[in-house]
């Protein structure tokens, strides 16, 4: 990957422009991570970069950024800048191009993600993001109150990089956060999710957690069960925050929380409630509730049936046996069997089901 991004760097420091690689991709690099995108920042304008490359794509513009895809893989290239003028404590309403690497480089929120690899894979640290990264620290490039205050979604990405690298937010940067915090109260719902779900989907998410709750975020965030969370997946802690009224989920996410918290009221070792809800509803579940999840799994794989195509009785079977038209009866009694037959009442046998059916008949 990065030797891909060498090649696409030669290409433009080949017509005379500056050319780096710069932020996450090096951040991760260094910390022998593992990078899905990478950023360019350059000297040249989008227009000089879709001369350059003609299947370029402009994506944004205004903000001087250019999308090129080589062998699957997504590169940023965007142009020097600086930016003024912040509204709503997130979006610069002035921006505007320079040739200036250092100067682009003190636009950015953290050192650490000010680091840059150029065109001979040489590290360029011009603002100790290398000191800071060796110190597993979050600061903020220049003054935090000011940073904080240009775009409040820079308080929930400080959160996500301390919890997913597990590093520790700068004295001044907290701060900051604590002084500006009502400002996430701008920031979109969407915007919010998107960084509170991969501080959730963190391996190390009870940091993030415990950052938040510190930090007094919880109220600004309408997020006030934090105190409850005690699981790290992030489906089970939005179930446990309540938050379906007021931020955005997919239909999949929300039918699984519904089901999480209707489930909690529940036996999670009961064999009905593991085949009606599945597995990963219940574990969850019972690691809310401290249940070991061994025992869940183990009772789930003895089940003797796990969906209603694996009963050997058909619908068409119930029919004459009732000798009447199909209605709602055939999932009453769909549910009786499911039910007799996790709880070892009955055999999943065709003559025996039929005998049951017979039976419950009269």
């Known amino acids: 990957m990065l030797n891909n991004a060498i090649e696409i760097l030669k290409e433009i420091t080949s017509k005379g422009y500056q050319a780096y690689i710069v932020g996450g991709f090096v951040r991760d690099y260094l910390l022998n991570f593992e990078s899905k995108d990478i950023d360019i920042s350059t000297d040249a304008s989008p227009r000089q970069i879709k001369e350059l490359f003609e299947d370029a794509i402009i994506s944004n513009q205004e903000y001087g950024s250019v999308t090129l895809y080589r062998n699957s893989l997504r590169y940023e290239i965007t142009t020097f800048r600086i930016e003024k003028n912040y509204i709503n404590h997130r979006t610069p309403t002035q921006i505007e191009y320079i040739k200036d690497l250092i100067s682009d480089l003190k636009r950015r929120d953290f050192t650490i993600n000010t680091l840059c690899i150029d065109e001979n894979k040489n590290v360029i640290d011009k603002l100790n993001g290398k000191e800071d990264l060796n110190n597993k620290i979050i600061r903020c490039v220049g003054d935090a109150q000011e940073k904080i205050s240009e775009d409040s979604l820079r308080i929930l990405r400080a959160i996500r990089f301390a919890t997913i690298l597990d590093f520790k937010l700068d004295d001044e940067l907290k701060k900051a956060i604590i002084n500006n915090k009502e400002s996430l109260k701008l920031l979109s719902y969407n915007r919010k999710k998107e960084e509170l779900d991969k501080i959730f989907a963190s391996s190390n998410s009870n940091k993030g957690v415990q950052l938040l709750i510190e930090l007094g975020l919880d109220k600004e965030l309408e997020i006030n069960n934090l105190n409850k969370v005690n699981i790290n997946n ?106 007799n037959i996790l709880h070892n009442r009955l055999n999943n046998k065709k003559c025996d089901i039929i005998k049951y059916i017979e039976n419950i008949k009269e």
């Open 234 to 339: 992030p489906i089970g802690i939005w179930a446990i925050l309540d938050v379906c009224d007021i931020y955005p989920f997919t239909r999949l996410e929300k039918d699984q929380i519904e089901n999480i918290q209707k489930v909690l009221k529940y036996d999670n070792k009961d064999p009905y409630i593991l085949y009606k809800y599945g597995l990963y509803v219940n574990t969850i579940c019972a690691t809310i509730k401290s249940i070991d999840t061994h025992i869940i799994n183990e009772i789930y794989e003895n089940m003797p049936i796990h969906s209603r195509k694996e009963i050997n009785i058909e619908p068409i079977d119930i029919i004459r046996i009732f000798d009447k038209k199909p209605g709602k009866y055939i999932k009453d009694i769909y549910t009786k069997i499911e039910k």
